[in-house]
């Protein structure tokens, strides 16, 4: 099993953790996202890792090296102009060896415990060209809830919304590959006409999954690791 993992992004909304790194890299109580990525792809049964570097990708080459000390096989695909991400997927697929009937392409900014096979079953069995894993939309905010007297009843803190939204992680056939732009974002030009097409496929996951764009999905992060960890070390 072979993956994509988009890490080139600059992460100017984490400025200054990004300013002398890629934003994969940010630590989130002390380990680099990718580092969480690499463990989760490896543990779900990938073997080979393309990463598709840009901003400050020599961090990224002197962290993880081949890949050896990880257990998997890792090489780069190193941008010389910024492509986009749909882009940057294209360019890495061409390092992917074997021409792999699928490829897992992942946002290098998130981290999640979402268990791959159900995704690749249910890709397969649609025949789809690329399976989009959705997640449920939490809202920013608290929720105030009103009975019909205009008297609060209810405080809901940041409660899942009847929205879903894209997880960044794509199970795609090599079929598709072609229709990703050599320059841009596939989400902009190649889904929109696979889902015009019903080519694309949609996983709905209830897996923990937190994407880091911001400081302060950093810190939110790094909170719920550690209580993640400390709850694993006393059960």
Known sequence: MHAVILAGGRGERLRPYTDDRPKPMVEVSGVPILAYQLHWLKAQGVTDVVMACGYRHEVITAYFGNGEKWGLGITYAIEEEPLGRGGAIRHAYGRVGGAPPIVLATNGDIITNLSLPPVLAQHQAARDLATVVLTPYVSNFGLVEVDAHDRVIAFNEKPNL????????????????AQFPEVGDHERTTFPRLAEQRRLGAYKSTAYWRSVDTVKDLSETSREMEQRLLTAFLT
């Open 162 to 177: 009847p929205y879903w939204i894209n997880a960044g992680i794509y199970v795609l056939s090599s079929e598709v590959i």
